[in-house]
Nanobody, 114 residues
Framework: QVQLVEFGGGSVQAGGSLRLSCVASGNIFTLNAVGWFRQAPGKERELVAALFQGGTTNYADSVKGRFTISGDIAKQTLYLQMNSLKPEDTAVYYC????????WGQGTQVTVSS
């Protein structure tokens, strides 16, 4: 089992920055990919960024060049640095991990005002 807890959501004006953190505990060495998803009101949950075993990353087209995913194994923490935020980035952001199963955090709200 893996447990995920997110931190760092909040409200910011357009053009601002936020950094989300996700602390993992449990059998993290069974994981082969971690990432961030988001879900805006009335929309489906979508992948924002992923970090694969070996260091490969993948980003949604809408966030490329603005968001950066990274991890610190020693701290068992996953980060999402979000710059140049736009109102359309407003959503609940979820940390996720997969290995033997899918694991999800509880979500953290990000609100970007124009």
């Amino acid at each position: 089992q893996v447990q995920l807890v997110e931190f760092g959501g909040g409200s910011v004006q357009a053009g601002g920055s936020l950094r989300l953190s996700c602390v993992a505990s449990g059998n993290i060495f069974t994981l082969n990919a971690v990432g961030w998803f988001r879900q805006a009101p009335g929309k489906e949950r979508e992948l924002v960024a992923a970090l694969f075993q070996g260091g490969t990353t993948n980003y949604a087209d809408s966030v490329k060049g603005r968001f950066t995913i990274s991890g610190d194994i020693a701290k068992q923490t996953l980060y999402l640095q979000m710059n140049s935020l736009k109102p359309e980035d407003t959503a609940v952001y979820y940390c996720a991990a997969t290995g033997r199963d899918w694991y999800w955090g509880q979500g953290t709200q990000v609100t970007v005002s124009s």
